[in-house]
């Protein structure tokens, strides 16, 4: 059964009430046609098949059997037959095809055909689906219709060039000296397509982008007329042309793309633009977005700059979602280069932070922490915090990782970072990845002297009398509690504690730990499990408790239904921990063998034999050895991956050409600030000349100044063993105080922890840093560095080693694969060596810069006789 | 540059494809399908007309129901592509008079000559109204 005409068929597709009929129709129809196709070979029903082949296509059947048949159908005499012959080609055929070499003929013949529509179909063709070797054949006729006499020919022809350029660059010379006279066409239609061609041209070749520069002044005086002239055909919205008006900024900010005399061309009608267009419709601020775009764009004047950031700004405040939505994805890529326009939009950013779009919410929230800097930091971080509780949950991880980036990269005062951790902690703790939870740990175990870790652990009292719900908030604070639980619950002594008061908070901050000795809210029995939401600008009572209510919280907590294994295992430890801090309390301990007890019976075999462990330790007869087992964590050995600023600018890692400016990456303040650990460096630095045992407390001591960024290395020579030059560089960085200097040397002089030059070339440097654990005698760890001294993004690291064979090798993976210009990424290697015999590496480098991979082997057996 | 247009409606049923760029059979229906179920179920008034969709971005409208997707690059301008989409469902409108959905069902290859007319190797080729539409007219006559 075959369908006489196209809307027969329609009409019974339409029909169909399940895609079972309608595929059982549409294969007999297929049948049919196929079989009429090699039967009749009459126009008339390879017209009718070939739109019927059209409209299976578009349904999503294969209706690939009747290419030829357009083909077929394009070479006729007819005009309604190559109209539906073209179409079918267009549709049924890509570039890709062979047989489209086949239509070249009838091509080039409609292409000489006096009758404008032939040409005009043949045109519209190439210009859709033309192939490299088509568009080789056909370029003369392009070209000699370029110069037609009808605007209806020449139009389709620039845009059949757009086509040609594009497949085949090389042919770009046939049309780069055809620009001028298009671009001056009196007809409209002409005018955008060659507006297009001249963009195209200036992206393909250098001659292109010549001309273009020489035609700045033409379009320039183009645009002025349309700005000043009026054609009723062209306008929408009130304004005259917006279509060329926008295709000749974009032109403009194509070709004077890193040429200030063009610049200084475009700069007036720019300006014109800028001011004269009314953005109040779509079409007004579409020009005026482009216009923004332009200016920023090419090196125009500064206040042309500042003048597209504010219309960009403007756009910030529009009710349109659209506008909004362009206006954040352009800031954020001015924002690298036009920081302090943007920021003057700061608050306008954080307003969009709120918007009910979910995608604008987002790339507030990207530009928002891409204009984070160190003025900055402490409003924005608030802004920020006030806005992750109501924060989509899939932006939240992302959100809060930055955040704790931001906090890290820029906070100047450790109170500050610890507060504002804290905080995020509290309120997004359910999305902190481990790692940030670990170097919060860490921060205050090493860096924080006893006034701000009895503030932490106060603070985090009062947040988990409140609130639960947030993991990493319960496992943080439980640790702190419970490692701090003497310091938490002694009186207060503000006055001699060197940092006990939050200074340098402003009146923008929100301070949480500033309302010490406010009496604490007495809680019902069970405070835990009631989760009321903080209100960020709400003050936390920070009231001194009483070793009972620490109990009572940690055992609270560790009951909990609702908090996750791991942190109930870790309230236990707290427990245990107290036990040792509260020796004097008796009531406080037999509250704690209480908690503990409960667990005896737990169903979790880890969590029972915790309680049971614990529990023994309670008892009278380990009295003796209680106090040195939970006594104080030493600080955490761990070599400090920094944050790296790009974080909170991906956009700006995409630029490539943009040098990233990091913070000085040691805070010797810090450092000495904390007196905890300048005693710790005196008294390492006499035990380190009596005893050899103690080396591995100066080991700790010289891990800890390596756990100041490593970057630091970029900008002191690597050191050279022995050499007292390198030495001097390497206390002049530390800062660190004169009694520590003799364990530097003393350590020093072994030979490790200091930087070997190992490898240069191809824009990267690889330095090696020999260290020794304690804990490993027999194992020296490696650390190798590798910098990006290039111009290019490095990809696909891999740093393979070998040892011989008395010698085991272990390699970590590396801290990235990809280096972006001017930074580094680390790889530790540990090599185990019993033996003691003289380290010699064999390392093979590989990597991809600017696309094309380097591969590269060399030896290094330059460490001093004592490193083994 | 345009990349590709499509025009479905709310089940998903494609009215019209346009591919300026190479796409393989089985990519377009990928293709096809994931446009869809990216544009219809945004929410249409609290949410932008624009979605990135791969390394490019969709412009799309709705008219009535029908959503008109043009695919273009994201350096491209946005705004001006939504008003390219609001010109030619003008110009199909007056072609048609007060135009829906089977009109494109019915006279699928008039709406390719109305396409034609107005975009061509992926850019805007004549934005006048009065021009298009004067050249279809001659167009049916002469068939």
Same mark, same amino acid.
């Given at each position: 059964?075959?369908?006489?005409?196209?809307?027969? @068929?329609?009409?019974?597709?339409?029909? #169909?009430?399940?895609?079972?009929?309608?595929?059982?129709?549409?294969?007999?129809?297929?049948?049919?046609?196929?079989?009429?196709?090699?039967?009749?070979?009459? *126009?008339?029903?390879? $017209?009718?098949?070939?739109?019927?082949?059209?409209?299976?296509?578009? @349904?999503?059947f294969p209706v690939q059997f009747g290419q030829l048949e357009c083909l077929k159908l394009a070479a006729s005499a007819r005009f309604s037959d190559k109209r539906v012959g073209y179409l079918g080609v267009t549709l049924l055929l890509d570039e890709k095809q062979e047989i489209l070499t086949l239509?070249?003929?009838?091509?080039?013949?409609?292409?000489?055909?006096?009758?404008d529509y032939v040409v005009g179909l043949a045109l519209c063709t190439l210009a859709n689906v033309g192939s490299a070797a088509v568009v080789n054949d056909l370029v003369d006729e392009v070209e000699r219709l370029l110069g037609s006499a009808r605007s209806y020919v020449r139009k389709k022809a620039a845009l059949a060039a757009v086509r040609v350029v594009r497949r085949e660059p090389e042919l770009a010379a046939a049309f780069v000296g055809r620009t001028r006279a298009l671009l001056g066409d009196k007809h409209h239609g002409v005018q955008l397509a060659a507006m297009a061609l001249a963009t195209e041209l200036s992206v393909h070749s250098q001659e292109g982008i010549e001309e273009a520069r020489?035609?700045?002044?033409?379009? &320039?005086?183009?645009?002025?007329?349309?700005?000043?002239?009026?054609?009723?055909? *062209?306008?929408?919205?009130?304004?005259?042309?917006?279509?060329?008006?926008?295709?000749?900024?974009?032109?403009?900010?194509?070709?004077?793309r890193g040429s200030q005399d063009a610049a200084d061309e475009a700069n007036d009608v720019l300006t014109q633009v800028a001011t004269q267009i009314v953005g109040a419709k779509n079409v007004g601020t579409a020009i005026l977005y482009e216009c923004a775009v332009t200016i920023l764009a090419i090196p125009s004047s500064q206040a042309?700059?500042?003048?597209?950031?504010?219309?960009?700004?403007?756009?910030?405040?529009?009710?349109?979602?659209?506008?909004?939505?362009?206006?954040?994805?352009?800031?954020?890529?001015?924002?690298?280069?036009?920081?302090?326009?943007?920021?003057?939009?700061?608050?306008?950013?954080?307003? #969009?932070?709120? %918007?009910?779009?979910?995608?604008?919410?987002?790339?507030?929230i990207d530009l928002g922490f891409a204009l984070i800097n160190a003025q900055n930091v402490r409003p924005m971080v608030a802004d920020i915090l006030r806005v992750l509780p109501h924060a989509d949950a899939e932006l939240r991880p992302s959100i809060v990782y930055r955040l704790s980036a931001a906090i890290a990269l820029f906070g100047d005062l450790l109170d500050w970072r610890i507060e504002r951790m804290l905080r995020v902690l509290s309120l997004g703790g359910a999305h902190v990845n481990s790692r940030d939870l670990f170097k919060f740990l860490r921060l205050v175990a090493t860096d924080a002297d006893e006034g701000l870790q009895r503030r932490a652990a106060r603070t985090c009292f009062a947040l988990l009398e409140r609130d639960v719900s947030q993991d990493k908030m319960v496992v943080a604070g439980v640790w702190l509690i419970g490692e701090y639980a003497d310091l938490l619950v002694a009186a207060d002594h503000a006055a001699t504690s060197p940092v006990a008061k939050p200074d340098g908070l402003d009146a923008d901050d929100l301070d949480i730990l500033g309302a010490l000795g406010k009496p604490i809210a007495k809680k019902d029995s069970s405070p835990v499990g009631s989760i009321a939401p903080l209100s960020l600008d709400e003050d936390l009572p920070l009231a001194v408790p009483a070793p009972s209510d620490v109990v009572r919280l940690l055992a609270a907590i560790g009951r909990s239904p609702a908090v996750s294994r791991t942190s109930r295992h870790m309230a236990l430890t707290a427990l245990a921990k107290a036990a040792g801090r509260f020796s004097a309390h008796p009531a406080a301990l037999a509250s704690i063998k209480d908690a503990l007890a409960a667990h005896r019976r737990s169903m979790d075999a880890e969590t029972q034999a915790r309680a049971a462990e614990f529990d023994k330790l309670l008892g009278h007869d380990?009295?003796?050895? =209680?106090?040195?087992? &939970?006594?104080?964590?030493?600080?955490?050995?761990?070599?400090?991956?920094?944050?790296?600023?790009?974080?909170?600018?991906?956009?700006?890692? =995409?630029?490539?050409?943009?040098?990233?400016?990091?913070?000085?990456?040691?805070?010797?303040?810090?450092?000495a600030s904390s007196d905890r650990e300048t005693t710790a460096a005196?008294?390492?630095?006499?035990?380190?000349?009596?005893?050899?045992?103690?080396?591995?407390?100066?080991?700790?001591?010289?891990?800890?100044?390596?756990?100041?960024?490593?970057?630091?290395?970029? *900008?002191?020579?690597?050191?050279?063993?022995?050499?007292?030059?390198?030495?001097?560089?390497?206390?002049?960085?530390?800062?660190?105080?004169?009694?520590?200097?003799?364990?530097?040397?003393?350590?020093?002089?072994?030979? !490790?922890? #200091?930087? $070997?030059?190992? *490898?240069?070339?191809?824009?990267? =440097?690889?330095?090696?840093?020999?260290?020794?654990?304690?804990?490993?005698?027999?194992?020296?760890?490696?650390?190798?560095? !590798?910098?990006?001294?290039?111009?290019?993004?490095?990809? %696909?690291?891999?740093?393979?080693?070998?040892?011989p064979k008395s010698q085991k090798l272990q390699i970590s993976p590396p801290s990235a694969q990809t280096i972006p210009c001017g930074l580094s990424a680390t790889q530790l290697v540990r090599v185990a060596n019993p033996s003691k015999t003289p380290i010699r590496l064999r390392m093979k480098l590989s990597f991809v810069a600017d696309g094309r991979a380097h591969e590269s082997m060399f030896d290094f057996g330059g460490f001093p006789e004592n490193v083994v | 540059m345009i990349r590709f247009i499509i025009v479905q409606n709310r089940q998903g049923k494609t009215r019209l494809e346009k591919w300026y760029g190479t796409y393989s059979e089985q990519e377009k229906q990928k293709l096809k399908a994931e446009v869809h179920r990216t544009v219809a179920s945004r929410d249409q008034k609290h949410q932008s007309n624009f979605v990135e969709f791969h390394n490019h971005r969709i412009v799309y409208r709705r008219y009535a129901g029908l959503f008109f997707c043009f695919c273009v690059d994201t350096n491209d301008n946005e705004l001006a592509y939504l008003e390219a989409i609001h010109l030619f469902v003008e110009v199909l409108d007056s072609y048609h008079g /007060?135009?829906?959905?089977?009109?494109?069902?019915? /006279?699928?290859?008039?709406?390719?000559?109305?396409?034609?007319?107005?975009?061509?190797?992926?850019?805007?080729?004549?934005?006048?109204?009065?021009?298009?539409?004067?050249?279809?007219?001659?167009?049916?006559?002469?068939?």
């Open positions: 059964m075959s369908f006489f005409r196209l809307k027969d @068929l329609i009409r019974a597709v339409r029909v #169909c009430k399940t895609a079972a009929d309608e595929r059982s129709v549409i294969q007999r129809e297929s049948a049919a046609i196929r079989t009429s196709f090699k039967e009749a070979d009459s *126009h008339d029903a390879r $017209y009718v098949n070939v739109q019927k082949l059209l409209y299976i296509y578009l @349904l999503g239509l070249t003929n009838s091509l080039k013949t409609d292409m000489n055909s006096a009758d020489r035609l700045v002044p033409v379009v &320039v005086r183009q645009l002025r007329a349309l700005l000043g002239g009026a054609s009723p055909e *062209h306008e929408v919205g009130g304004i005259n042309d917006p279509f060329l008006v926008a295709a000749a900024l974009r032109l403009l900010g194509m070709v004077a042309l700059r500042v003048l597209a950031i504010n219309l960009l700004g403007t756009f910030l405040e529009n009710a349109d979602n659209n506008v909004r939505y362009v206006a954040l994805a352009t800031l954020s890529t001015a924002v690298i280069t036009e920081a302090p326009a943007v920021q003057r939009h700061r608050q306008t950013v954080v307003r #969009c932070m709120r %918007d009910p779009d979910v995608s604008i919410r987002r790339r507030a380990l009295d003796a050895v =209680r106090a040195g087992v &939970v006594e104080r964590m030493p600080p955490p050995e761990y070599v400090d991956v920094p944050y790296e600023e790009y974080v909170l600018n991906p956009t700006a890692m =995409r630029m490539k050409a943009l040098t990233i400016i990091r913070r000085p990456p040691l805070q010797p303040e810090d450092l005196a008294a390492a630095a006499v035990a380190a000349a009596a005893e050899v045992a103690k080396q591995s407390v100066v080991s700790d001591l010289l891990n800890l100044m390596d756990d100041a960024p490593t970057d630091n290395d970029v *900008h002191s020579p690597p050191a050279n063993s022995n050499s007292p030059s390198a030495l001097a560089d390497m206390l002049a960085a530390s800062a660190l105080s004169p009694s520590v200097s003799v364990s530097v040397s003393a350590s020093d002089s072994s030979g !490790f922890n #200091c930087d $070997y030059d190992v *490898h240069s070339g191809n824009g990267v =440097r690889l330095t090696l840093r020999p260290s020794k654990s304690p804990q490993h005698p027999s194992v020296v760890e490696i650390l190798a560095t !590798f910098f990006n001294d290039g111009d290019a993004a490095l990809s %696909d690291l891999n740093f393979l080693v070998a040892v | /007060n135009v829906c959905e089977l009109d494109l069902v019915f /006279n699928f290859y008039l709406v390719y000559a109305v396409l034609d007319e107005m975009i061509l190797a992926g850019e805007i080729q004549e934005t006048s109204r009065s021009v298009i539409l004067s050249r279809l007219e001659h167009i049916s006559v002469l068939e």
